[in-house]
């Protein structure tokens, strides 16, 4: 099973602050990796596919990238609804996984 | 638009069963593969169980392997997930998911109903 580890755990920043939210795998996902977005109480979004590509409707300010085994979410100016949980997840092959979610919360 | 109606959750003994139903529209339900996801409370994500566009290839995760069942019905677009020998750990939310193909990208949950909730308890 491919372990996705993500970090940190929680990130404190105020709103127009720059997020940077690391996914890591324990084996290669090529770029079959993608990045959700959950508010308390909802559904997980998706927000990025194919580890760089944004989903329909979802801001600019959201993009991904990929080295290697390490995998990046940046909200590049945070606004005040991007304060959420973030998983990662992989589906390269199965069983398909997730990271344990970084949480962005308010400074 | 996409919905994706989860129903049939609710409390149950352990060693109990439980059908779990999602009811899609506003897109062609045989053209997608559909997963059942969940979460347990205050916890993160787990993929329970994946089918393919016919119903004839199917996943599930170690931990209800043997005891879950995913199946589908494209003439009524309603995807299934029968739950046999319940356990505490199986207590969380279920999640009805919509897997879409993006060209040159494979196949990513685009889609996700608000969740029906199981709770497993004596």
């Known amino acids: 099973e491919i372990v996705l580890t993500q970090s940190p755990t929680t990130l404190s920043l105020s709103p127009g602050e720059r997020a940077t939210l690391s996914c890591r795998a324990s084996?290669?996902?090529?770029?079959?990796l993608a990045w959700y977005q959950q508010k308390p109480g909802q559904a997980p979004r998706l927000l990025i596919y194919d580890a760089s590509k944004r989903a329909t409707g979802i801001p600019a300010r959201f993009s991904g990238s990929a080295s290697g085994t390490d995998f990046t979410l940046t909200i590049s100016s945070l606004e005040p609804e991007d304060f959420a949980l973030y998983y990662c997840q992989h589906r390269v092959k199965w069983p398909f996984t997730f990271g344990g979610g970084t949480k962005v919360e308010i400074k | 638009q996409v919905q994706l109606i989860e129903s049939g959750g609710g409390l149950v003994k352990p060693g109990g069963s439980l059908r779990l139903s999602c009811a899609a529209s506003g897109f062609t339900f045989s053209d997608h593969y559909m997963s059942w996801i969940r979460q347990a409370p205050g916890k993160g994500l787990e993929w329970v169980s994946y089918?393919?566009?016919?119903?004839?290839?199917?996943y599930y995760a170690d931990s209800v392997k043997g005891r879950f069942t995913i199946s589908r019905d494209n003439a009524k677009n309603s995807l299934y997930l029968q739950m046999n020998s319940l356990r505490a750990e199986d207590t969380a939310v279920y999640y009805c998911?919509?897997?879409?193909?993006?060209?040159?990208?494979?196949?990513?949950?685009?889609?996700w109903g608000q969740g029906t909730r199981i709770t497993v308890s004596s």
């Open positions: 084996q290669s996902v090529n770029t079959y």
């Open positions: 998911v919509r897997e879409s193909y993006y060209d040159g990208s494979g196949y990513f949950s685009d889609s």
């Open positions: 089918i393919s566009v016919t119903g004839s290839a199917m």
